[in-house]
């Protein structure tokens, strides 16, 4: 997939999930699962856990593609440094997104990990819509002609 599609996909997928997570919050449904990574009934989703095991399985795909855009970027002949630095930084920052996203459960919704997880996510967020843009970017360079 051409990065700018993929950085695209990962920013529209992290969206809904930061959106899912507001919804969690806010509807009371934080520890509705108690326990991480699956919750009691395994991998499969049942009525119960459901919106919890949604934000799980979104969180796992958006892991996937931050760091698929990362190793993207990173392969890429026509990205600058720019991207390369926005991307990583969006690999870093997810990967402690979800390990405290287990610290939030663990922790039964502390307030304070609560308000870091949006906190991170909200960093996050800007990691990968900047890593877009650039994407964008390389697209139009690398078919501009050259003079
Ligand atoms: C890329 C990964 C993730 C992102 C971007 C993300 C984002 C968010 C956001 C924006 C919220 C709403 C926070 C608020 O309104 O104060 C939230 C809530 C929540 N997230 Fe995540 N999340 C991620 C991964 C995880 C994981 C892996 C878990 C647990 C396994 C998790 C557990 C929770 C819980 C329990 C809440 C609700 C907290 C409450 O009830 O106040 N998150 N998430």
């Not at 919050?25 to 119960?48: D, I, K, R, Y």
């Not at 920052?93 to 991170?120: E, M, S, W, Y």
Request: hydrophobic fraction near 60%; charge should be positive; glycine fraction near 6%.
């Amino acid at each position: 997939m051409a990065i700018q599609y993929l950085a695209l996909a990962t920013m529209i997928v992290l969206y809904s999930l930061m959106f899912i997570g507001g919804y969690i919050s806010a509807a009371g449904l934080g520890l509705t699962c108690p326990e991480w990574p699956l919750c009691p009934n395994g991998v499969m989703p049942s009525e119960e856990y459901l919106i919890e095991w949604i934000h799980r399985l979104v969180a796992a795909t958006t892991g996937v593609l931050v760091i698929a855009t990362m190793i993207a970027s990173i392969i890429n002949k026509n990205a600058d440094l720019k991207i390369k630095i926005t991307s990583s930084l969006a690999a870093v920052f997810v990967v402690v997104q979800i390990t405290l996203g287990a610290l939030v459960i663990d922790l039964k919704l502390h307030a304070v990990l609560v308000a870091i997880h949006l906190g991170i996510g909200i960093l996050l967020f800007s990691m990968v819509l900047l890593t877009t843009l650039f994407a964008f970017r390389i697209s139009r360079t690398a078919i501009a002609p050259r003079i």
